[in-house]
């Protein structure tokens, strides 16, 4: 079994902070994605990363793809209140359009 | 473009009942998967549809079964409903054409089982 672990799973700081969310595993993933779920609302996408050692950047936000495609992580700068959410990794393996999920990391935002 | 639909969003049942839950996925797409969300397990994968067959299935017990139609909509029921199974049920959609592709997630459905 495939398993995603995330750290922290909780984290709370203040509007202004940087912080990074790590997701790791002992298995390689043909892909990765990143999703940020809301409360009474479904995961949205992020972002996918596909290639070993990628960097993608999305304003604040920015994923790495370890470069053994077992990690990831997303580092946001200067955390706003409207980055508040549950955010999910989930990897595909290759020829599968499944999704395994990691465990989450809570994160809240204080103004 | 619209986006996902499930229905119902709410639903209460008592233990041994049956549930179908319904998802209508983006207009095009044609592969639609389910997962169950909970605080414990948090999601995990049950199963996957394209042009009405079932491409990939989680590890769940047979009481949790679906099916898709030829509009690529889908049903999933639960049969012999117990109280582990009060979760947040999503659908997703994607075009299917291969691995990795984006899938949209719906608002899912929240099921309690008293």
Redesign the interface.
């Known amino acids: 079994t495939q398993l995603l672990e995330q750290s922290p799973q909780f984290l709370s700081i203040q509007e202004g902070e940087n912080l990074t969310v790590y997701c790791n595993s002992s298995s390689v993933f043909s892909s990765l994605q990143w999703y940020r779920q809301e409360p009474g609302e479904g995961p949205v996408l992020l972002v996918t990363v596909v290639t070993g050692g990628e960097v993608k950047k999305l304003k604040r936000l920015t994923f790495q793809f370890g470069d053994a495609r077992k990690d990831s992580s997303l580092h946001i700068t200067a955390a706003q209140p409207g980055d508040t959410g549950l955010y999910l990794c989930a990897g595909t393996n290759f020829g599968n359009e499944k999704l395994t999920f990691g465990t989450g990391t809570r994160l809240t935002i204080i103004p | 473009k619209a986006g ?1 639909t499930q229905t119902p969003r709410y639903l209460i049942k008592t233990r041994g009942q049956q549930v179908t839950l319904s998802c209508s996925p983006i207009s095009g797409h044609r ?1 639609v ?1 389910w ?1 169950q969300q909970t605080p414990g397990q ?4 049950l199963f ?1 549809y ?1 042009s009405e067959t079932q ?2 299935k ?1 590890n769940f017990p047979g009481r949790f079964s679906g099916r898709q139609f030829s509009n690529s909509r889908s049903e999933m029921n639960v049969s012999t409903l117990e109280l582990g199974d009060s979760a947040l049920y ?1 659908c ?1 959609s ?1 075009f ?1 054409q ?11 459905t929240r099921l309690l089982v008293l």
């Open positions: 996902v592969s998967s997962y948090g999601l995990q994968f996957e394209f491409r990939n989680g999503l997703a994607s299917g291969g691995p990795g592709g984006t899938q949209y997630f719906g608002p899912g």
